[in-house]
């Protein structure tokens, strides 16, 4: 890349992770801060670029389970976050927010091609609201994050796989912070 002047009038931008960053008169160096995420953005006179150098960056899923396909339904994943290139996994903490329902369904946490990488199949109906989901059987209040669900480095989407039955019902909250560690890794809400 050329070393580009930094216009003067560099300009500094706030949005949301889903806002188009803008592009029309947009000085080289301008800045874009996602509030919802904290990831800054710098625009290089072409295109907005991810400040790898900062983070770790955050990336929150809410998914509300009805039974019907990639919602619960037996045997179909629910893609909770997209992944491009390879990205550590600083931390990722699922927290139910309204009881799971579904007799004998159960729920993993995992990536493409590893449905389990990070939480096993735990029956859905012991996860209830205001618990953390952090193994097979959920932990109310507080708890320390074990090894699974922290410094992991993965290349694969980030999904939830509902086996045995149907999970007709109840909500959870998905927050990951991650890092970068190739020049295009990036995770966001699916």
Same mark, same amino acid.
């Given at each position: 890349?050329?070393?580009?002047? &930094? ?11 889903? /806002?188009?960053?803008? +592009? ?13 995420? #904290?990831? @800054?953005?710098?625009? *290089? #006179?072409?295109? !907005?670029?991810?400040?790898? *150098?900062?983070? =770790? ?14 919602? #619960? ?27 799971? $329902? #579904?007799?004998?369904?159960? @729920?993993?946490?995992?990536? +493409?091609?590893?449905?389990? &990488? ?7 109906? /012991? ?5 953390? !989901?952090? *193994? +097979?059987? =959920?932990?109310?209040?507080?708890? $320390? ?22 999970? +007709?019902?109840? @909500?959870?909250?998905? /927050?990951?912070? !991650? ?8 995770? @966001?809400?699916?």
């Amino acid at each position: 890349m050329a070393v580009i002047l &930094l216009n003067p009038a560099i300009k500094t931008f706030l949005g949301l992770a889903a /806002d188009a960053k803008p +592009t029309t008169d947009v000085p080289a160096g301008s800045s874009f801060l996602e509030t919802d995420s #904290g990831a @800054v953005y710098v625009y *290089d #006179g072409a295109a !907005w670029q991810l400040r790898l *150098d900062l983070g =770790p960056f955050r990336a929150s899923k809410t998914v509300t389970f009805t039974g019907a396909a990639n919602l #619960g339904q037996l045997n179909t994943n629910t893609t909770l976050f997209t992944v491009t290139g390879e990205v550590q996994i600083v931390a990722i903490v699922p927290f139910c927010t309204t009881d799971l $329902a #579904g007799a004998l369904g159960q @729920v993993s946490l995992g990536i +493409t091609g590893a449905l389990a &990488l990070f939480i096993a199949a735990t029956l859905g109906t /012991d996860i209830d609201a205001n618990e953390f !989901w952090v *193994d +097979t059987t =959920p932990d109310p209040n507080g708890v $320390a994050l074990p090894a699974a669900l922290k410094d992991i480095a993965i290349t694969d989407n980030i999904l939830a796989a509902v086996t045995v039955a149907d999970l +007709t019902g109840g @909500v959870l909250r998905v /927050d990951v912070y !991650w890092r970068p560690l190739s020049a295009n890794g990036n995770v @966001v809400a699916a």
